[in-house]
């Protein structure tokens, strides 16, 4: 299966504010729609980005993928020129959209020039921008937001994973695949509260032929990116079969690569390889490393490459 052709995790995200999975807090804030600029920040997989585009699925929008599209040129020219030219639609004036999504990848040059362009544009658009890390977002433009946290409390989990296993139901009764109640239950318990890593097993299960999954399953790993793990993991694999195996499967989907070598990789290693768990420091330290770089390279597959090569060199040496 080629995972960049059909993701579950595109088919099922939702299209409407009723069918996003989030805090009483937030929900309750984001009824009447865009009110004014939005930060959204929390780990991966609680709802940001799938936020951002049901709330700005009506407007005018420019959708900027920041992890990618880092130049401050961007800022001085596609984003200034898309909030200048007048919008009309059905006779009237529409107020625009700007999604700058994974903001927390650009650089202080451009966190100073969207800082004016904000300002510039205060009657004629609004911005919401979704990270991860919160930390790296200067106070200059955390304060031209307002910011929602989506990471969970304690007293929201409860509720919150009630609304996860019904979500996952769903989707395999959609899908034709039965699933044993412990098995649900295990399966959002261990990925929790990571609703797109989950919806990405469900797929991994899928391509395998399952009809039914058990709880057994749900103890082995399973994922859209295990044939990606395999590779990594196989000794007979080179330099030339990792282009062969990468442009042929991956070579549109680098920032999706990346990021999941720095979690799911992980998780397979544990299951799958578990003496090789020795090696999970230096996993980290070269998928972040490579995930900064991506931000400054000419072609993105290159970059997936080069860490796939690195990754191949760490768990082969057994010093």
Known sequence: ???KKALWTERYRPSDLSELILPNRIEKKLQNGIYGNMLFYSGPGTGKSSTAKVLSKDYP???????????VDNVRTKIVEFCSTLSVI???????????DEIDGVSD????????????FAQTARFIATCNHFNKIP???????????FEYTNEEEAELEKKYLKRVYTILKTEGIEIE???????????????????????????EGK??????????????????YSHILNPKADE?????????????????VISTLGTDFIEYIQLEQPLLMRKVGEICFEVNKHSYELHFVVDPAICVLSLVYKLQSILRNDK
């Open 181 to 207: 109640k412990e098995a649900l239950i295990e399966l959002v318990n261990r990925k929790f509260p990571d609703l797109r890593s989950i919806v990405g097993a469900l797929q991994g299960y899928h391509s």
């Open 61 to 71: 929008t420019l959708w900027i993928n920041c992890s990618l599209d880092t130049g």
């Open 109 to 120: 040059q451009y966190f100073k020039s969207l800082k004016g362009v904000i300002e510039q």
């Open 240 to 256: 030339v079969s990792n282009y062969q195996f990468l442009m042929s499967n991956y070579k549109d989907r680098a920032d999706d």
């Open 211 to 228: 009809t039914k999954i058990t709880l057994d399953d749900v103890k082995k790993f399973q994922g859209v990116y295990k044939d990606l």
């Open 139 to 149: 106070e200059a433009i955390q304060s031209r937001f307002e910011c929602f946290n």
């Open 1 to 3: 299966m080629n995972p």
């Open 90 to 100: 059905d006779g009237e004036k529409k107020l625009k959209v700007v999604v700058l």
